[in-house]
């Protein structure tokens, strides 16, 4: 026997014993443990082929149950993937570990298991009605897409990790969520990383060959278009910097620190050193305008900055108070998050997690709501199905009365003669087009000039989630083509450039505690998917569904002749 047949029998029984042992729904579990080490921070990027194998199982003999088995393999490799991506969840119930430690297992496996069933959906409604021709490919592509993108939709959506957010944000291929958003790169890395389970290599005629590998070369050119796409907008976006000088505080709190007894001073004395602390030389005399006050125009704090409520900081007889009297310089502006009473016309006396602003002119501080959180955490911030849920005992993991009401819609917010933002919440950086305000181009006026995403990602403790959160979030800069500036009290805070690259020196990562002073990139030219909007839920049916119908009438229409 020589080399070659030795070979071939090794690789047949390796085979063999991989079927026996393995299983489809093992199978389905492994490819969907690759498929989430290819996510940031673990990047392990042939993991995407396990999208081959996941197509490629959902074309064998599946047996007398090909539905039921179909969606199995599909539920199964969700699991798999969101367990990887959202184990952290455990972490939220870690702060208060001898009231809730124990819905920590509960919640780590039942929250994959429930947003795994899109999985098992798609995977069902492909195994029925796919095609018998080639392009069924792509109809298991936008199947797919489809149903993820109806995971971050309804139900209050939770767009976690889609496929296109595999890519780090400011690398050459996430350029691409500037022309249709991650749910269009979605499309794109999952068509490249499945082609693989429906091109043949056989032999034959050259016609044949070439039709049967038609979809990897098909791939291939996408890919590459992409990246060549990508570098291009990267070598060839000038991002220019304004005059605007912003401050980044993270101070490194976590949050079962920040709410143990006596916390409250000891924070907010570390929230105003960092505030005061003097800007280095070299960025007064290099890079701000001499014009300009040797402070930063504007200071940024994260979301639930203090572990009270604004109405409690700010009372005039408090000790807190007396310390944001004498927090700010003149004209300078503080951003920072809040919980805060409301009044609603229906409900009366609400609560509600905001972005408030802090500002001193003429000698007076004034402070005002600049924006109320819209996109609220089911089950952290309010109870879904509330009257439905409480009848059985479930109750609100939320430490404020009973939860947060939303306020009105995502917009674009022009306050204390800083430039116009568009402020977005910690969970609510996670949504595309979460603002459905259109522009008519670069140069309108109502266009924010930055975003401003303030976060508690103190939840989330030293795991993966922090840096997932950051890569998500910055998918917002690159399809808005506007900068951002993000704030955490442990996480990742930086300033993000318009292409969602984290600008040198101003990230501040895990576990550090400091402030980062860095001067406001300008916008970059209105990209196609600021300008389109919501033109991207259109490419499922472009670029997947209607080739596959046509190509499913026609050979319908052949067969009948």
């Not at 101070?251 to 001073?265: I, S, Y």
């Not at 944001?324 to 310089?329: A, E, N, S, V």
């Not at 930055?450 to 910055?474: C, E, K, M, R, Y």
């Not at 990230?507 to 600021?530: H, Q």
Request: with cysteine; proline share 6%.
């Amino acid at each position: 026997m020589n080399l070659t047949e030795r070979s071939a029998q090794t690789l047949s029984v390796s085979l063999g014993l991989y079927r026996r042992f393995v299983g489809p729904k093992r199978q389905a579990a492994l490819m969907g443990l690759l498929i989430g080490l290819a996510q940031p921070p673990f990047g392990f990027l042939p993991g995407l082929f396990g999208y081959t194998v996941l197509l490629w199982s959902l074309d064998q003999d599946l047996g007398p149950k090909p539905l039921r088995k179909a969606f199995a393999i599909g539920w199964w490799a969700g699991f798999a993937y969101f367990l990887v991506g959202c184990f952290w969840v455990a972490e939220a119930f870690l702060v208060d570990a001898e009231n809730q430690g124990w819905m920590a297992p509960f919640a780590v496996t039942l929250l994959p298991a429930g947003i795994a069933l899109f999985w098992g959906a798609a995977f069902a409604l492909y195994r029925r009605f796919r095609p018998d021709h080639v392009l069924r490919w792509l109809f298991f592509v936008g199947l797919f897409c489809g149903f993820e993108w109806l995971r971050g939709t309804i139900l209050t959506g939770f767009p976690w990790n889609p496929a296109g957010a595999t890519w780090k944000a400011g690398s050459a291929l996430s350029q691409l969520a500037a022309l249709f958003g991650v749910y269009g790169l979605s499309l794109v890395t999952v068509a490249v990383f499945s082609s693989l389970a429906v091109t043949v290599w056989g032999q034959g005629s050259f016609r044949m060959r070439w039709r049967g590998q038609l979809p990897v070369l098909t791939s291939a050119a996408i890919l590459c278009a992409g990246l060549i796409y990508g570098s291009v907008r990267l070598a060839t976006t000038s991002v220019v910097t304004t005059d605007t000088l912003v401050r980044i505080v993270q101070p490194n709190v976590g949050q079962r620190a920040k709410w143990t007894e006596g916390a409250l001073m000891r924070v907010l004395d570390g929230y105003a050193a960092m505030t005061h602390a003097p800007v280095k030389r070299e960025i007064l005399q290099s890079e701000t305008n001499s014009d300009n006050p040797p402070y930063p125009r504007i200071v940024i704090w994260p979301e639930g900055a203090l572990p009270d409520s604004a109405e409690n900081l700010l009372d005039p007889q408090s000790e807190t108070a007396k310390v944001f009297g004498g927090l700010l310089r003149e004209d300078q502006t503080l951003l920072w998050g809040a919980y805060h009473q409301d009044i609603d016309s229906q409900k009366g006396v609400v609560w509600r997690n905001s972005l408030l602003s802090l500002h001193r002119h003429a000698g007076e501080t004034q402070v005002r709501v600049a924006y109320s959180k819209f996109k609220l955490v089911p089950f952290g911030e309010f109870l879904p199905f509330e009257k439905t849920l409480e009848k059985v005992g479930i109750k609100e993991l939320v430490h404020v009365g009973d939860g947060f009401t939303a306020g009105k819609r995502t917009h674009s917010v022009e306050i204390d003669d800083i430039p116009r933002f568009l402020p977005l919440i910690c969970y609510e950086g996670l949504f595309p087009a979460l603002s459905s305000e259109t522009f008519k181009g670069t140069d309108d006026t109502q266009r924010p000039q930055w975003i401003v995403n303030i976060s508690n990602d103190a939840w989330f403790g030293p795991t993966t989630g922090p840096v997932q959160h950051l890569n998500l979030s910055s998918y917002r800069a690159i399809e808005e083509g506007l900068p951002m500036v993000r704030s955490t009290p442990t996480g990742v805070s930086a300033m993000i450039d318009p292409l969602g690259r984290i600008i040198k020196g101003s990230d501040i990562n895990i576990g550090e505690a400091g402030f980062r002073d860095v001067l406001l990139p300008a916008p970059v030219k209105l990209t196609p998917y600021a300008f389109s909007r919501y033109a991207h839920l259109f490419l499922v049916g472009l670029f997947c569904l209607i080739p596959t119908a046509i190509a499913t009438f026609v050979r319908v229409s052949k067969r009948n002749q």
